[in-house]
């Protein structure tokens, strides 16, 4: 089992709902991510969070809106996706925030999202 | 421009047989190099990593080598086992003054055979 748990593990939605991607880790990391992976590819980075704070947005379509409650918590809110959207979605977590972010990270198993 | 190749591209390889998986990379300033599994339908997991002065690190049946000059790094699997099968990519972090940035490779699909 890993360390970073992603919920739900499959999501299939329409282009015009609204729905949200989970992320929990309890490791005391202060650097949390989201990455998007298509199939037989490498993972993308999407966003970083370093002590809560949006430090990297790697100009994401605004359709995908990350959020981080508190430092165990990780969001990804989905609206208006596109079919090209649909992918493995992985959330990381390291233990430095700040400069540091980048160290040995910790994946989660990932949601897989397909938009119909 | 920051890369990270991977050779080969995938690979079958029988029941404990040993492999070699290659990693060349233009990644500059170099901080480390990270090689991690990731097996199907699941998240990467790090199987190892390597500073600049490090030249070979194992990792159970997994051993690592890194030449920081010729900036190439390779993971050599030892008779290996029916759970190897999986994506193994190269990760390498520059040191840049904002933080460190990872540039991922596009991964070695490795299948062992009975």
């Given amino acids: 089992d890993t360390e970073v748990t992603q919920t739900p593990k499959h999501l299939v939605m329409g282009m015009t709902n609204k729905k949200s991607l989970k992320c929990e880790q309890h490791m005391g990391h202060r650097a949390m991510y989201w990455y998007k992976q298509k199939a037989k590819k490498p993972p ?9 704070k949006l430090s990297i947005n790697e100009s994401v379509p605004s359709r995908f809106s990350p959020e981080c409650p508190n430092s165990s918590l990780l969001n990804l809110h989905l609206h208006a996706l596109q079919p090209e959207d649909s992918a493995l979605y992985l959330c990381a977590s390291s ?20 938009i119909l | 421009k920051n890369q990270v190749e991977q050779s080969p591209q995938s690979l079958i390889i029988l029941e404990g047989k040993n492999c070699t998986l ?8 170099f901080s480390n190099l990270r090689w ?3 097996d199907t339908g699941r998240g990467p ?3 190892t990593i390597m500073t600049f002065s490090e030249n070979t690190k194992s990792n159970g049946r997994y051993t690592a080598t890194l030449d920081a000059d010729t900036k190439q790094s390779s993971l050599h699997i030892t008779a290996s086992q029916l759970s190897d099968s999986a994506s193994y990519i190269c990760v390498v972090i520059r040191n840049t003054g904002g933080g460190n940035k990872l540039t991922f490779g596009t991964g070695t699909q490795l299948k062992v055979e009975l």
């Fill in chain 2, 45 to 47: 997991v790090s199987l």
């Fill in chain 1, 95 to 114: 233990q430095g925030g700040g400069e540091e972010w980048g160290q040995p990270q910790h994946f989660g198993d990932g949601t897989r999202l397909s």
């Fill in chain 1, 44 to 52: 993308e980075l999407m966003f970083v969070y370093s002590y809560e």
């Fill in chain 2, 22 to 29: 290659q990693c060349n990379y233009t990644v500059s300033p």
């Fill in chain 2, 36 to 38: 991690y599994k990731q």
